[in-house]
């Protein structure tokens, strides 16, 4: 095991010991993907320290903690099919395709640079099969609606309606969200009918601001 490898596993059993990380599919995929290969050269040695970095224009790679709670409130399994909205570095993508499967994975991001550079990342994690997308995430990705899960990496002002009409009946919507660009709490969504959903908060959070028609 190499030292980017050490530090994975001991984040890793950070991880577990908090309680962020609890199932079986989400561990494995945080010891599976390199995060190094998600961060610009500069920030390797910071790759696995439980902190926000940030990544090109102007954008930020979450804390691992804050991913793993997303995650494990996503409630995924293999062979579901995930929007991930915001797609950043990838690396969110990159754990989600360990779990679901790649081809399963569809990521929407609005700066066409930031899908360049996940775009490369992924290639360099030698992960396949993700769906990268330009366009409005806060708008969903309609094409290949619907979806059993839509992750959402940026702070929202609200549950989009196109999110919500893009998920199966039953399906989970996890997002923060908030009414300042600043602060929100986590949100999992669960779609109960036509332009419905029985939510309920998780914890607090702060993400960069979720832009777009429906967004801020």
């Not at 599919?25 to 390797?44: N, Q, S």
């Not at 102007?58 to 793993?68: D, R, W």
């Not at 309609?142 to 990496?153: H, N």
Request: proline share 6%; charged share 25%; aromatic share 6%.
């Amino acid at each position: 095991m190499n030292d980017f490898g050490r530090a994975r596993a001991d984040l890793v059993d950070d991880l577990v010991r908090d309680g962020h990380l609890r199932s079986a599919p989400v561990r494995a995929a945080f010891l599976a993907v390199p995060r190094e290969r998600f961060v610009t050269e500069d920030l390797h040695r910071k790759a696995y320290v439980d902190t926000p970095l940030p990544i090109p224009m102007g954008q930020t790679i979450s804390a691992p903690s804050m991913i793993a709670i997303m995650l494990e409130e996503a409630e995924l399994a293999e062979g579901q099919k995930v929007l991930d909205v915001g797609t950043g570095s990838g690396y969110n993508a990159a754990l989600l395709a360990a779990i679901v499967g790649g081809a399963n994975v569809v990521s929407i991001e609005r700066h066409a640079g930031l899908v360049d550079f996940a775009r490369q990342n992924l290639a360099a994690a030698e992960i396949a099969g993700v769906r990268l997308v330009v366009g409005d995430g806060t708008l969903g990705y309609e094409p290949l609606a619907p979806y059993d899960r839509i992750v959402v990496t940026a702070g929202a002002p609200r549950i989009a309606k196109s999110w919500v009409r893009q998920t199966r009946m039953g399906g989970l919507i996890v997002a923060p969200v908030g009414r300042s660009t600043f602060s929100q709490v986590l949100v999992v969504a669960r779609r109960t009918g036509e332009d419905r959903v029985e939510a309920r908060e998780s914890t607090p959070c702060a993400f960069v601001p979720l832009v777009g028609r429906e967004g801020w």
